[in-house]
């Protein structure tokens, strides 16, 4: 969809039907001069059209001065750090997700503190590996967590797939590795009343930090009106 109204931006719509804006120039000046490009501004809905806009004239300006904002952004995102990457990935994928505050959480709590200031294309499979093995088994300080560590690992394999799909980095660093806890079908059912209490301790608002609000009414809602999670999940709040 090129050239919505006056805004200088086309539309990209993919065939799954995501949507992107994105920005077409001509540079003026240097070696390139009347090389024409087009480049990816974010997702649609994103942020707002307006902000995409001025990107837009700033990225025209440029281009009239000889400036190619896009491989500008190429050399940023090759030397993006771990922070870089966490942030771009909160918000535009981690946004769009029910869960993103979920993933927000363990970001900071788990892969940050220990990969802040790193170049995200400078992580290795042994170090991902080394990071969800201290989170399953534990120290003198902490106790294991396996099904947490099998979490932390699937949110490091999405991150580093959105990293390579916006051009962060060239290489997966933990494509194909497998979590280090082992879990267990659960088939216990919650009837007893001990368990019913315990549930209701859980889902009260004490552990927001594993168990976010919203989750936690959903799953009230569940147990009470004894629906399926499906429609409890889909239902407008």
Known sequence: ????????????????????????????????????????????????????????????????????????EKTNRASASVADLCERYMRVHASQKRSGDVDGRRLDKYVLPEWKNRKAKSITRAEVSALVDAIAHGDRHTEGRPYEANRVLALIKTLFTFAIDKGMVDAHPCAGLKGPGKEEPKTRHLCAPDDLRAFWRLTSGEFAEHMPPPFAAALRFQLLSACRPGEVFGMPW
């Open 1 to 72: 969809y090129p050239q919505l109204h006056d805004i200088p931006m086309d539309m990209i719509v993919t065939e799954a039907g995501s949507k992107s804006l994105a920005v077409r120039y001509t540079l003026k000046r240097g070696d390139e001069a009347g090389t024409k490009k087009r480049m990816v501004l974010g997702p649609y809905p994103g942020q707002s059209v307006a902000v995409y806009r001025e990107q837009a004239l700033r990225v025209r300006a440029d281009a009239a001065q000889g400036i190619d904002a896009s491989a500008a």
